[in-house]
Each structure stands twice: as structure tokens, then as C-alpha cells.
């Protein structure tokens, strides 16, 4: 028995050892299989990448082992992953071989899934998905693709953020692993997109920054409703009229409409043909609806940092998607586009995904059977030998993603980016790039004249110089970090408006500064008082009211008119004016009239409650208007002259007055003698008001000139 007992362990042993030997055999020769079918379709497990460029500006030495081979766990995926692939090749023959594992910038073969690192930088900034889309943007460099028709390799996110350019594939691939990091279902798409968009050339499309200020411009004021407004009166017109402004509208449409179809045919007709159309390879990051409230799929361009509907007519088809999760191919006919996909990923009728196990709804793998045959995922040659092996997908291989502040505050390779628009050309700058704290410079031209390569130069950088380029519109000018607390100048070469914008903090509590300034216009001298010509000039000053003691918002000069407008004053003041006359030789200016206006005081009588009260200096006369009193239409009046003497003797001649109410009683000669008095001494207050305020503005200029002569940054 114990021969026997012996003997049969001897078998055992000797059918295991066989069966090793069997299995060895067979990894040997799927191997092989493998690296020959790798070899026929191309290096990368998907066929069609561009070679590795060596990067010369990061030293590969210096990169984690991660970077420069594969661990176990990756080698059992690659594995896994290569078994996938031979599948679908076998069952799709006629797709496009699948971007699976492209050799990383060490030239390493990397699961694009591990690529991906979700992380989340602290930065509000790169909270918000429009705004992260827009920095990736800002801070890479576009580097289209050496063949548009191949699929490149892919870099590291880290590696990306260290060079500061990238393909569309690095684009995407940095821009999914923030947005995932912040919350959103973000996923890298592999497909097909129009040329402009593929190369990055944003020459034919609107600038963003002008087509939010035309919607914000467009948007109607919606009137403040009120239960008791009455009813609007019935509106009689001619039906004849109607009738002809109808047509009249109908005419003057088809000619708009005429000229904008000419106007596209025209652009279209401009375009050269594209010969690759709906062959360009390209990748974007699709964000789909559920998480972070989002309502619905979007599309985000990271090269342009553009967001899109999810049926936008510039993408022509989708090959495949991935995050950190899962990988799906798309199984549906992209013939008409993408407008007619569906973004449910786990709908095996739709998409095939390459990890069953992290599926959310297992209920739906293998539902596709009636529309394609459902791929085995096994890592063994025959599916059934081993029901329980499962694979968990690696950790990423991409070391942590991290910004300095410095790097942060950079945004754009070098500090400065430009683009050009069909109508613009905008130019960003890194915080402390340039002297004058200038972070954005957006010039618009008007339809004729494309625009120019070179910097333009506004008003306050060196001159109005972009009245000198052909065809310019506008200078919007944005600034950062300026100790004058400027933050935005908009410049008009027609007119010579300029329009500065300061935060509060200033000095006079400035809040916008609005001139006009033409070629060969006198500076203001700093360390001269500005000529009364100077000051008379048309300007419009606006002001902090809460931050000022007099409750000042606007001042505004025109036509020799000095106009101000106040808020919340004790007094009750709320307008002033003066129209002066400028002396013919000297420059002298002298004041011939001067206003000011209330808003009414419910505790006065209505014969003391004045509304408004004109100085009339050259003619020596002050004319009163009082409120309405309560169901009157008629304003009562008083005009009083000034006596050439002390005063004590006043004729009725000297004052001449308008009473609404018949039935009250005429005042006392004492009562106007009293109020001629004190409307002297209101006078002479309101002269050395407007003297105040002329010498303001003086320093206020000055205080400009010496600003701008010598800019300095917080």
C-alpha cells in the first residue's frame, strides 16, 4: 500500500510538471504571437504613432523609475491589454487600430489610463472647468502633429507641465487629470476634428472676449413691475403704415440676409479645400452630466480652451475614450458626425469597454450581442481555464502633479501668448512681465484689415501708436498690480477716447477717468499746474461715492460745462453745475451761471422746499424753483436781483415771484430781503465749490501724468 501510496505521487507530480511545461509553451509561444502581430501593426499596441522625439530641455536620467519601465502589475496589464487588442483586430479588422499603449517621452510603453493622474491643484482657478480649460490653455504651447493623420506618443502630464508645449493628446490627457481631480466625469476623446481646430487656428472665429461683451450689450433691462402702473394708452395707427413698415422691414432683412450669405460664400470660397477633411486626428476631453452639477455633455478644447456642445459640427468622429477608470471604444457610425452619439459608456450596444469589473451597471456587459459579439477579457488563451482571475487596474505611473506659484503665476510659456481672431488679436501677459503691470492687450480691427503679428501701442504704453495701424477699431488694455489701482484702459483711435478703470484705493477715490486725446495734443506736466484750457476739455470723472465725504459720483466737463452729481448728502443735494466762459488771451476762465438741484425734503413747507436754484452771475440774478406741491402740475417761482447797494432798500421790481396757490399769503418785503442773504452766501459757497472742484481735477491730472511717467508695481 505505501508502494502504491508513493507511486501515485510520483504521477502526480510528474502530470503537474508536464502540465507547467505545457502552460511555459504556451506563454512562449502567445508571446511570440504577440510580439509578431505587434510588429505587423505597429509599435504602441495601436498601430500608427509618430516616432518618440527626445525631449532636449528635461533630462530622462532624472525621471522616476516609473517613467522608464514598467513594473509587474504594468507587464501583466500591457498583457491584458495586448490580448484586447489582438480581439478586436481580429473581430473589427477594418477599424483603426486602437490607442492603447504609446510610448511615453522615455520611450516606454504606458496604458493611456494610467496616464492619466487625477489631481486637484490649490488654486480656485482650476476649480471651475471653463476657467481650468482656459489656463491649460494659456500655459502650453500648441504643437500640432507632425503627421495629422497619425496618432502621436504621449508625455507625461508632469512632463507636459515642465515643457510647457504638447500635442492635442497632451492637452488632453493634463486638462481630463485636473478636471477629474476637481470633481468633474471627464474623459480624453480620440477622434477626428476640422482643420482650424486641429492646428489650433482660431483666425476665423470670434474672439470670446467680444462676443461676451455683445451678449452682455444685447441683454434688455427687464422694467420694474409695479401693481399699480396704469394701463398704457390705446395705440392708434394708420393699417396703411403698418402695413408699408412691415414691408419696408422685410426688405432691409432679405438684405441683411443677402449680404451675410455673400459674406459666408465669400469666406468659404477664400478657404482652400482641405484634402484630409474628417481624416485629421485630434484628441479633446469630453465632460459628461451628473457629477459636479452639470446638466449636460459638453465638450472642452483644451487647445483653445473653448467649451463646446456635445454635438458640435467641428468634431467628425470619435474613435475611443478613456480616464483613469476604464477605456471604450466607440461601436457607433459616426457618418453624420457626433451630434447623433450617445455618451451612455456602459451600453455595450454602443461601446466597448475594455474592464468589465469596473463597470457601474454590470446588468449592461454583454447586452450587445444583437448588434456586435462581446470581447472575452482573459489573460489566458483559453477563456475557461481559469474563471478567477481578475485584474485591477495599476496605480498611475505619473508622478505627482504640482505648480509653484511662480510657475503659476507665469500662465503663458515665456509670460506672453498671442492669438489671433477673424476681428482680433489678443496678447497675455504673466503677472510682472512687463513694466507697466500690462496682463492683456485685446485690439480690434474692423473687416477690412486682418490683424498684425507685431504688439500695438496704446496710449499708455508709449503713445497712441495704435492709431497708426491700419484698420484698428479698439485697444483694450488690462493691468495687474498697478500701485495707481489702474486695471483697465480702452482706447478708440477714431475718436481719441480713452477710458481708464481704477479699484478703489485711490487717491481722490478715482474710479474712472474718461478723455479724449488726439495727435498733438499738449501732456500735462507733472510738476505744472494744467492749463485752464486743459481742464475745460471734454472729461467725464467718475468716483467712488462711499468712499468720499461729499458724496461726489460723477464730474464731467463739456462744451466750458462743469457737471456734477452727488448721492446721499445731508443737504440733499444731488446736482451741480457751471457753464464758464474762457478769457480770449490770457486763458483766464470766469463763471457765468451755476446750479444746483435737491430732491425734495418731506419735513420743509412746499413754499421753502426749493428744487432748484440758479446763480445767474453775469446778470446778477438768482432764480428759485420750488417742488410741486401735492396736486399741482405748476412749479411756484422766485427771481430775485441783485442790488447794486447793500440791499436795504428793495423794490418789488427786484423780486419777482410766481405763487401756484392763489389763496396764500403774499410774503414780507423782510422775508425776500432774509432770502436774498442767505442766497448770497449760498452763492459764494457754490463758487468756492466749483473752485474745489476745478482744483481737484487739476491734481487729479498732474497726479495721472506723474503716474504714468514713472509706473510703478505693487
Known sequence: GGRRGRNGRRRR?????????????????????????????????GGATSTVVPVQDIDLSELPESY??????????????????????????????LFLLPENECGVQKFVCTT???????????????????????????????????????????????????????????????????????????????????????????????????RAAEEPVAPAKCAYTAKEPRKLSSKFLQKYEAKRKANEEKKRAEAARAAKEA??????VDELQGLRVHCWVMVLAGKREVQENFIVEPSMGRVYPADYAGYFGIECVWNHVNYFVNMQSCSDGIKDLRYDLYDASCWEFLFPENSRDMGGYGGGKDHHETLTL???????????????????????????????????PGGTKTIIYRRAKLQRFAEYVREDGMCLQLTVYDDDHAPALSLTRG???????????PGVVEVQERFLNRKDKLVERIYTPATGRVHEKFEAGRVHSLKDHIFFERPGDTKVDPHMPPAPGELLKPRILHFYPDARLDGLVTREYSDGKLT???????????????????????????????????????????DEDVATRVFQIAQDKIQLVFHLEPDRVTASTHEYVKPQSDGKNMTPVQVKTFQVNPLMAVPKRQYFHNNLLALTKAENKCHQAITHSMRETADILKLRAREESGIQLA
Not at 456734477?564 to 446736482?575: A, K, N, S, T
Request: aromatic share 8%; proline share 6%.
Open 378 to 412: 482573459s489573460l489566458s488563451p483559453e477563456p475557461d481555464d481559469d474563471d478567477d482571475a481578475v485584474l485591477d487596474l495599476p496605480r498611475s505611473w505619473v508622478g505627482k502633479l504640482a505648480l509653484s506659484p511662480l510657475e503659476f503665476q507665469m500662465r503663458c
Open 459 to 469: 496710449p499708455g504704453n508709449g503713445g497712441n501708436g495704435g492709431a497708426h495701424e
Open 116 to 214: 492619466v493622474r487625477p489631481t486637484l491643484l490649490p488654486s480656485k482657478e482650476l476649480y471651475e472647468y471653463d476657467s481650468c480649460a482656459a489656463f491649460v490653455a494659456d500655459y502650453l504651447a500648441y504643437q500640432p502633429l507632425e503627421n495629422p493623420t497619425v496618432v502621436p506618443h504621449l508625455a507625461s502630464p508632469t512632463t507636459t507641465l515642465r515643457r510647457q508645449r504638447g500635442t492635442s493628446f497632451d492637452f488632453s490627457v493634463l486638462l481630463c487629470s485636473l478636471l477629474v481631480g476637481a470633481g468633474y466625469d471627464a474623459y480624453c476623446v480620440w477622434g477626428y476634428a476640422r482643420k482650424d481646430i486641429t492646428t489650433c487656428d482660431e483666425s476665423l472665429a470670434e474672439c470670446p472676449l467680444l462676443v461676451k461683451e455683445e
Open 13 to 45: 507530480r510528474r502530470r503537474r510538471h508536464d502540465d507547467d511545461e505545457e502552460k511555459d509553451e504556451d506563454d512562449e509561444r502567445l508571446q511570440e504571437e504577440l510580439r509578431d502581430l505587434a510588429a505587423e501593426l505597429g509599435a504602441g499596441g
Open 267 to 272: 469666406a468659404q470660397a477664400s478657404q482652400e
Open 564 to 606: 456734477e452729481v452727488y448721492e446721499e448728502r445731508d443737504d440733499l443735494l444731488y446736482y451741480r453745475s457751471a457753464r464758464f466762459q474762457l478769457g480770449a488771451g490770457d486763458g483766464s476762465r470766469e463763471v457765468l451761471k451755476m446750479t444746483e438741484k435737491f430732491r425734495a425734503n418731506a419735513n420743509s413747507a412746499p
Open 68 to 97: 522608464r519601465s514598467n513594473s509587474e502589475a504594468e507587464e501583466l496589464l500591457c498583457a491584458y491589454v495586448e490580448n484586447f487588442r489582438r480581439q478586436f483586430v481580429q473581430l473589427y479588422p477594418s477599424r483603426k487600430p
